[in-house]
């Protein structure tokens, strides 16, 4: 197999980090590794996670709100058990996302 100078080097560099290894070594590593994954697939699996990550966060926003609400009128409002729903969807989401990025 022929690589570039730039190509060896970073293959080099990156034996050295995956504890100090030879290159072929490294290679055959990598193509026996079965969590060998493409871009796409990569790029797929963080795009869900980060999608997760917003309807996470606008949660976050609704949950402050009820609290605020809660605190000011002293009494849960009728959201609330919507609020808890929505979270109780978004679980399993999130454990997929972390599975899909584990590459389980």
Do not use: H
């Not at 290159?23 to 963080?46: C, G, H, I, Y």
């Not at 979270?87 to 899909?100: E, G, T």
């Amino acid at each position: 197999m022929y690589v570039t100078a730039e190509e060896d080097a970073a293959l080099q560099a990156r034996a050295v980090v995956a504890g100090d290894i030879t290159v072929p070594r490294l290679l055959f590593e990598s193509a026996m590794n079965a969590q060998v994954r493409t871009d796409a697939e990569w790029k797929s699996a963080v795009a869900e996670l980060m999608q997760v990550r917003a309807d996470l966060g606008g949660m976050a926003r609704n949950l402050n709100q009820l609290a605020r609400f809660a605190n000011t009128e002293g009494q849960f409002p009728a959201q609330v058990e919507e609020f808890r729903v929505q979270f109780a969807a978004l679980v399993p989401q999130i454990s997929a996302a972390c599975r899909a990025v584990a590459g389980k």
